[in-house]
């Protein structure tokens, strides 16, 4: 049994550690100013890839954020989803409020929250599934 909590500890402490480091990672490249950031015209032009790497980035973290919720709870997914969006809505205001070049963009907030919401999809999906073997 006192193996069991600790690799239960060292699992938590893990999946965490993964949420925090993305939550970081999202931060700084959230925050970076605009001139640093790369501009690929072409990519720019296809179906605005801006607006599905930020989906991309916010489902990876609510799916993150869903390993250490999930732990015998029935709305760990919803939080996951909850969580990652409210966190996406901040990361717009930061740009909006900090001197960095960035502005605050709508579309890319509904982005975030878009991802977040298919990476709660994704999770209700693989739990469904789980329940069902």
């Known amino acids: 049994m006192k193996y069991l909590a600790s690799s239960l500890l060292r699992t938590k402490a893990r999946q965490w550690s993964a949420v925090v480091t993305w939550a970081a990672i999202l ?4 925050l970076l100013p605009a001139g640093r950031i790369p501009r690929i015209d072409l990519l720019d032009d296809l179906l605005s890839i801006d607006k599905w790497v930020h989906a991309l980035v916010y ?3 609510a799916v993150l954020l869903y ?5 015998g709870r029935i709305f760990g997914g919803l939080w996951a989803f909850l ?3 409210v966190f996406g809505a ?3 205001w930061l740009q909006y409020v900090s001197n960095t070049g960035r502005n605050f963009d709508l579309a890319d907030m509904i982005a975030n929250c878009f991802g977040a919401l298919i990476g709660y999809l994704l999770i209700r999906r693989y739990t469904k599934n789980k329940r069902n073997e």
Request: neutral net charge; proline residues 6%.
């Open 27 to 30: 931060l700084v490249l959230s």
């Open 59 to 61: 489902g990876v973290f």
């Open 67 to 71: 390993l250490p919720l999930r732990n």
């Open 83 to 85: 969580l990652s969006s």
């Open 90 to 92: 901040a990361m717009e």
